[in-house]
Each structure stands twice: as structure tokens, then as C-alpha cells.
């Protein structure tokens, strides 16, 4: 899994969890994220053949210079284990573009579990400051993960998001934003 993927489904459930907030206890408006990320095992050995097969031919045309650059760059970002940087990260968020994804990907949207290709996910608990739901994929041609998300909201202006994933039983990824409110109005954020 690629780290720009596995920092997109973070940030596509940290959408869709903050979802929940807007009707619960979250301002819209401009929000600042830090995000924390800490990795164990290799993800790289669980990427699809074929992006493996790629990143081979990358290594083959690279000096061993560039390569061991390719490699401290995965590894700050997690994707070869342990800790990344923290960043630090700004979005906008209205209440229509997240009920929106919400009702996509949290499985609010219908009553009870809710099927999504082969993701089932679960909310387990669902209240003005908290937020828990599970994910469980199944893949052919991949891993299978498990994936737990907490979302609490103590005021509508300080949010805290944990993301605890297992990839293929040989790989762990904790994800962790902390957000808070910095106005309504964007500014040159887009929603």
C-alpha cells in the first residue's frame, strides 16, 4: 500500500468521520490538522505485483544514492516502520461536503452494518462527542485489513481522530489528527 493511498483513505475517513460532527458537535469552516502516523512492519511488501514490479524497475535505473534517498523518504513517512513526522494539514469543511461523504463511507446512510464492496463497516457507537466504527476488507488479489476509527469531539472546536489499521496480519498503521478550529471563513482552502 502506497503511502499517498494509505494517507488518502486516512483523510477520506477523517472526511467522513468529521461528517458525523457537523451534525453533531463540529463547526464548519477552516480546520488545522496535525497528523501523526506510526507504522509497523513493511507495507511495501504488501503492495499489488504489479506496483511492486514498477518499483523494482524505478530501483533498477536509480544509482544506489537515489535509491537509499527513495528509502529514508518511506521511511520518514511510515511505510517501512516506525514513526513519521508529524504534518500538518488545513482543510475547509461545510456541512453539504461532509454529510456527503459521510454518507458514502461511514455507512450511516442505511440502518444497521453496511456492505461496500468487499469493506463491511460497523458503527459501533455513535454520540454528540463520540464516534467508533470498524472496517473489515476482504481482497483477492491483496490483504485483508481491519481498520478501527475514533472520532471525539469534546467541543465544537477541538477534534481528535485515531485510526488503527492491521493490513494482512503483517503490518499496523496508527494514524492520530488532532484538529482545531481556526474560523469560518476558508480563505483560499477549498472544500
Known amino acids: 500500500m502506497s503511502t499517498k493511498i494509505s494517507v488518502a483513505l486516512a483523510i477520506l475517513g477523517c472526511s467522513a468521520t468529521l461528517a458525523v460532527a457537523q451534525e453533531y458537535n463540529m463547526k464548519p469552516g477552516l480546520w488545522e490538522f496535525t497528523v501523526t502516523r506510526e507504522t509497523k512492519g513493511d507495507f511495501t511488501s504488501m503492495m499489488p505485483a504489479a506496483e511492486k514490479a514498477q518499483m523494482e524497475e524505478a530501483k533498477a535505473y536509480m544509482s544506489p544514492e537515489q535509491w537509499a534517498k527513495v528509502e529514508a523518504l518511506m521511511k520518514e513517512r511510515g511505510m517501512l516502520g516506525g514513526p513519521s513526522k ?11 461536503n461532509v454529510l456527503k461523504t459521510l454518507a458514502h463511507s461511514s455507512g450511516l446512510d442505511s440502518p444497521g452494518d453496511k456492505e461496500t ?36 469531539a469534546p467541543n465544537p472546536e477541538t477534534i481528535t481522530y485515531r485510526v488503527e489499521s492491521s493490513v494482512g496480519g503483517s503490518a499496523e498503521m496508527k494514524v492520530k489528527f488532532s484538529g482545531k478550529w481556526l474560523g469560518s471563513a476558508c480563505g483560499n482552502v477549498k472544500p
Do not use: D, H, Q, Y
Not at 89 to 96: D, I, N, P
Not at 126 to 133: D, Q, Y
Open 117 to 152: 464492496s468487499n469493506c463491511k463497516i460497523t458503527v459501533l457507537k455513535s454520540t454528540a462527542t463520540v464516534m467508533e466504527s470498524r472496517e473489515v476488507c476482504s481482497s483477492t488479489n491483496g490483504p485483508n485489513s481491519n481498520t478501527t476509527l475514533l472520532f471525539e
Open 86 to 96: 508529524a504534518m500538518v494539514m488545513k482543510f475547509c469543511f461545510t456541512k453539504e
